[in-house]
């Protein structure tokens, strides 16, 4: 035991004659590691990317709740009533009259 912890701190695992072995599976331990860090950056860029979308979600809905109040608003009689009074116009006193059309075959 206390000679293969001074192998390992001295380092003559990597330069003996089977180090091939060592060297292989110390390389496959550094590409999984590559390979884990590349997923972990991945994962929290799309963790922001969801962040920001969200945000950008609920900026549109209001803007869509803001703007569709606006509509209804306008919409109503009186604004309409009052708008045309500006430009000139008045409601009719006379109610309006059905046009009825009688197709001949």
């Known amino acids: ?3 293969s912890v001074s192998n390992i701190l001295k ?15 110390i ?12 997923s972990s950056h991945s994962a929290d860029k799309k963790v922001y990317e969801i962040a920001r979308l969200k945000n950008e979600v609920k900026e ?13 608003r306008l919409k109503m ?12 116009l008045s409601s ?3 109610p309006p009259k059905k046009i009825k059309v009688i197709a001949k075959n």
Do not use: C, P, Y
């Open 77 to 88: 009689e009186s604004h309409v009533v009052n708008v045309m009074q500006e430009i000139g």
């Open 60 to 72: 549109m809905r209001s803007q869509f709740v803001d703007g569709r109040s606006k509509l209804m």
């Open 11 to 25: 380092g003559t695992f990597l330069v003996s004659d089977d180090s091939f072995k060592n060297w292989r599976f």
């Open 92 to 94: 009719s006193v006379t």
């Open 27 to 38: 390389l496959f331990i550094s590409g999984l590691a590559i390979v884990m860090i590349a």
């Open 1 to 3: 035991m206390k000679k």
